[in-house]
């Protein structure tokens, strides 16, 4: 059974600093698995944040310079470093998985991952 689990979470000061943590298990079988990080706020659709694809890094352009993902693909372990946070950056963030997948791939679409987590708040104050 896969489990995604997320941490990090809070509440921090605009311009301020967070690292978001995911660790999945049940990952097992043939694949090894891309993992990446969603955010959602009420009313709205599940909006890509960035991924990672063995080596290959996305970010979402809206982020690039702000938000950093790093992991481990073996012990299937995600973050997400946020710097230089601001109010519109408050969101539930989600750790999703999925198959690795090649660079045709519509990565950006939340059903076009197959594992998510319960999500972590991130607030950030003005």
């Known amino acids: 059974q896969v489990q995604i689990v997320e941490s990090g979470g809070g509440l921090v000061q605009a311009g301020g600093s967070l690292r978001l943590s995911c660790a999945a298990s049940?990952?097992?079988?043939?694949?090894?698995?891309?993992k990446g990080w969603f955010r959602q706020t009420p009313g709205k659709e599940r909006e890509f944040v960035a991924a990672l694809n063995w080596n290959d890094r996305y970010t979402a352009d809206s982020m690039k310079g702000r938000f950093t993902i790093s992991g481990d693909n073996v012990k299937n372990t995600l973050y997400l470093q946020m710097n230089s946070l601001e109010p519109e950056d408050t969101a539930l963030y989600y750790c999703?998985?999925?198959?690795?997948?090649?660079?045709?791939?519509?990565?950006?679409?939340?059903?076009?991952?197959?594992?998510w987590g319960q999500g972590t708040q991130v607030t950030v104050s003005s």
């Open positions: 999703a998985a999925t198959p690795l997948f090649t660079s045709s791939y519509d990565y950006v679409r939340a059903s076009s991952w197959n594992y």
């Open positions: 049940g990952l097992t079988g043939r694949y090894y698995y891309a």
